[in-house]
């Protein structure tokens, strides 16, 4: 073994006294400043003179030198000059080094189905997908806190790494999304993961690739939630197991054991839009992990980007929602049958997804739809809110239902919604009772496909004091059941209460569209179609 010689040690004892290194012994290699505290590599005091013109003391200094740093970079000074040198210091970040261990450390993908890439959140136990160009900002971020405090942040530096990363993670053979594959029994929280399989916590993991994570610790203590419980009893009486079981299923992820859609619905005040939207997203799914979109949105006819929103999501809740018309079905069926669908994100590739958001929506007046087959009215939910307007003849019902201390039992809530489903998936059934199902039914046969008609053949605006003869709407109307076969009522009478629904009314006037006869009229009804024509 060469010894170093005793005036090269002398000069790095003089060094060492003056304190200006501290010999670092080991470095974490799992962490990206390898537990080294940061310096500005910049201020650190160039060798004097006399370890300038030694190389041997000089390539000690160097070394020295970098087991101050982390292993991505290369620092050093060399000597400019041999009588009177002069102190050149260079400083260099690997790219490959530095990208690596970024992607290792924030467990940093992306692949053909998501070419823009994932990152995993270790204090949730999830990963967030990056959307449109969000790599390129994440990875810069996370570069620009990096390389500060170390004194080489530049955008050379910051370029060349984020390019290396991003090429580096992208995985090109990786033909599957492993998203689409998670175990739907497991649900991430704050103090682990949950497996409805076991019915145990474990720890988080990467491997489980988990897109939804609720910040929140799961209590699973079996802790009672009476004030909770009280609240959901009084607004929807014997309805309230069913809606446990269903928010419980809701952080199961996948609609394999129950294809079910739920509308809640009252004559309005009774509160519905605080429990879903206060209550059922803010504060038991949490951000991140509810959609917002409509029936009527994801069933219209022009639903071209409706669906991808529901992506990666646990829930689609949506308060007060059109009475409008369902024209397409089939989308409300795929997306509750587990079923795959094309989606699109604006200014993005399609893709295919398999939907596990569990839809939950509210109404006063309930939307229409023409599919009466049992694989649409099957998946109908439809709970009737029991409490009352809480802003008239039910004044105290927020008295008596504090939705602070409601929300207080949350963590403890939550298991208790997600136990009641286990138990409703271990006996293949959810506890529909008979209220409900006489509810559905009533729905569906009351559902006489002139809201179809209205959405295609009128206008209605009941500002207006012109409107179309009663006898032509009734007309109309009898030929759009004819070309459709539908065998619903077409009486005069019929039609105008069912138009009183949309504030229609039957009143005699001369005031017409097209005439100035005096007939009796739909007052602010105009038609926009002719369905007698095509006869």
């Known amino acids: 073994m060469n010894e170093i010689p005793s005036e090269t ?14 010999v670092v012994v080991s470095k974490d290699s799992n962490a990206i400043d390898e537990g080294l505290t940061p310096i500005d590599v910049n201020f650190i005091e160039a060798p004097d003179p006399d370890t300038l013109k030694n190389p041997e003391a000089l390539k000690e200094f160097n070394k020295q030198l970098n087991q101050q740093v982390p292993s991505w970079i290369n620092a050093y000074y060399k000597a400019d000059g041999k009588n009177d040198p002069k102190p050149v210091f260079k400083v260099f970040v690997s790219e490959i080094v530095l990208g690596d261990k970024l992607i290792k450390h924030d467990h940093l993908i992306s692949f053909p189905m998501l070419k823009e890439g994932a990152v ?3 204090i949730t136990g999830t990963w967030r997908m990056f959307k449109d160009k969000e790599a390129v900002n994440y990875i810069e971020s996370r570069l620009t806190h990096i390389l500060k405090p170390w004194g080489v942040y530049n955008d050379g530096n910051i370029g060349r790494v984020r390019r290396y990363t991003q090429r580096f993670m992208y995985q090109a053979n990786q033909r599957d999304n492993p998203f689409d594959h998670a175990n739907p029994n497991l649900v991430a929280f704050r103090n682990g993961t949950f497996n409805m399989a076991t019915g145990k916590m474990e720890s988080k993991n990467p491997e489980n690739y988990l897109l939804n994570g609720h910040d929140y610790d799961l209590d699973v ?8 419980d009280a609240l959901l009893r009084d607004m929807v009486g014997n309805a309230d197991t069913f809606l446990k079981e269903y928010i419980g299923y809701g952080f199961y992820h996948s609609y394999r054991p129950f294809q079910k859609m739920v509308f809640l619905s009252g004559s309005g005040g009774e509160g519905k839009t605080t429990f879903l939207i206060d209550l059922l997203a803010r504060t038991l799914y949490g951000a991140g992990n509810y959609a917002a979109v409509a ?4 069933a219209g006819n022009d639903a071209r980007f409706k669906p991808a929103q529901l992506y990666g999501m646990e829930a ?4 007060d929602i059109p009475k409008g018309y369902l024209s397409n079905t089939a989308v409300l069926k795929k997306l509750s049958g587990g079923d795959s669908l094309d989606a699109e994100f604006k200014g993005m590739q399609n893709f295919t997804f398999i939907n596990y958001a569990k839809m939950i929506f509210s109404a006063n007046a309930l939307p229409s739809f023409t599919d009466s087959s049992n694989g649409m009215t099957d998946r109908l939910v439809l709970i009737k809110f029991i409490n009352g307007n809480t802003r008239t003849v039910n004044k105290d019902f927020w008295k008596e239902h504090d939705m602070q201390l409601v929300k207080d039992e949350r963590s403890a809530f939550v298991y208790q919604c997600i136990k009641a489903f286990m138990a409703a998936m271990e006996r293949g059934s959810l506890t529909e009772t008979d209220d409900m199902k006489l509810a559905r039914d009533e729905w569906v046969n009351l559902n006489d496909h002139f809201g179809q008609f209205i959405e295609e053949a009128c206008e209605i605006d009941t500002s207006k004091d012109e409107g179309d003869s009663s006898k032509s709407v009734v007309a109309e109307y009898k030929a759009f059941c004819l070309e459709n076969n539908y065998s619903d009522k077409t ?3 019929t039609i105008t209460e069912n138009l009183k629904a949309y504030g ?22 105009k038609l926009t179609k002719s369905y007698i024509t095509q006869l």
């Open 504 to 525: 229609v009314q039957r009143i005699k006037s001369r005031r017409g569209i097209d005439d100035s006869n005096n007939i009796w009229r739909f007052k602010g009804l």
């Open 295 to 298: 029936p009527n949105e994801l």
């Open 316 to 319: 689609n809740i949506v308060a």
């Open 9 to 22: 040690q002398e000069l790095l004892a003089n060094y060492h006294d003056k304190k200006r290194l501290s």
């Open 120 to 122: 995993y959140l270790d």
């Open 491 to 493: 009486t005069a009478q």
């Open 221 to 228: 203590s079996g802790m009672m939630t009476p004030r909770t």
